[in-house]
T-cell receptor, first 114, second 115 residues
Framework: GAVVSQHPSWVICKSGTSVKIECRSLDFQATTMFWYRQFPKQSLMLMAT?????????EQGVEKDKFLINHASLTLSTLTVTSAHPEDSSFYICSAPGPNTEAFFGQGTRLTVV | AQTVTQSQPEMSVQEAETVTLSCTYDTSENNYYLFWYKQPPSRQMILVIRQEAYKQQNATENRFSVNFQKAAKSFSLKISDSQLGDTAMYFCAFMKPPYGQNFVFGPGTRLSVLP
């Protein structure tokens, strides 16, 4: 079945630095990918829609200058958390639409900003 | 905007018994898709079952089945013969057409299967 690979699975960074998270579709092309954020014991909240070859679409309240999204190819989308602060610590998950309306999710990235 | 509600934050069930998780949603769309996803402690999201709104027949996948009531906007998940490996967070999700849209997730139900 279709697989989405997300890397890294966890990262610890210092406050003020930037962190890049990659999301790859391994055996299918994804013109669209979605980035979600999940706080502890809560649901997934859509942050932005990544579109191959064009600008990402951000949800209301999400700072596009802090969460930079690049979808440079049909198999790769990246989320860069710029100038990270402790409040950016969270679990980030990407997904891509599958061929039968379902979504395939990456393994998630646990970001801790110290 | 679509909303998804799961009224049971936590549930528990004895191994081998049956449990039903509730989900209601609100939409003005007539055609859409509903899903149940499972998130075990590994936090990998796993598709449990999917239902197309235009289909009247309830979807089933082995021990998992749904009760889809379109008029009531209800989409409950029944797990039969519960197994310890079913312990997880369960999210009800809504997707509107066209194909490839994002999901709207409910708040989740934490299910514990007890030995």
């Amino acid at each position: 079945g279709a697989v989405v690979s997300q890397h890294p699975s966890w990262v610890i960074c210092k406050s003020g630095t930037s962190v890049k998270i990659e999301c790859r579709s391994l055996d299918f092309q994804a013109t669209t990918m979605f980035w979600y954020r999940q706080f502890p014991k809560q649901s997934l909240m859509l942050m932005a829609t990544s579109n191959e070859g064009s600008k990402a679409t951000y949800e209301q309240g999400v700072e596009k200058d802090k969460f930079l999204i690049n979808h440079a190819s049909l198999t790769l989308s990246t989320l860069t958390v710029t100038s990270a602060h402790p409040e950016d610590s969270s679990f980030y998950i990407c997904s891509a639409p599958g061929p039968n309306t379902e979504a395939f999710f990456g393994q998630g990235t646990r970001l801790t900003v110290v | 905007a679509q909303t998804v509600t799961q009224s049971q934050p936590e549930m528990s069930v004895q191994e081998a018994e049956t449990v039903t998780l509730s989900c209601t949603y609100d939409t003005s769309e007539n055609n859409y898709y509903l899903f149940w996803y499972k998130q075990p402690p590994s936090r990998q999201m796993i598709l449990v079952i999917r239902q197309e709104a235009y289909k009247q027949q309830n979807a089933t996948e082995n021990r998992f089945s749904v009760n889809f009531q379109k008029a009531a906007k209800s989409f409950s998940l029944k797990i039969s013969d519960s197994q310890l490996g079913d312990t997880a967070m369960y999210f009800c999700a809504f997707m509107k057409p066209p194909y490839g849209q994002n999901f709207v997730f409910g708040p989740g139900t934490r299910l514990s299967v007890l030995p």
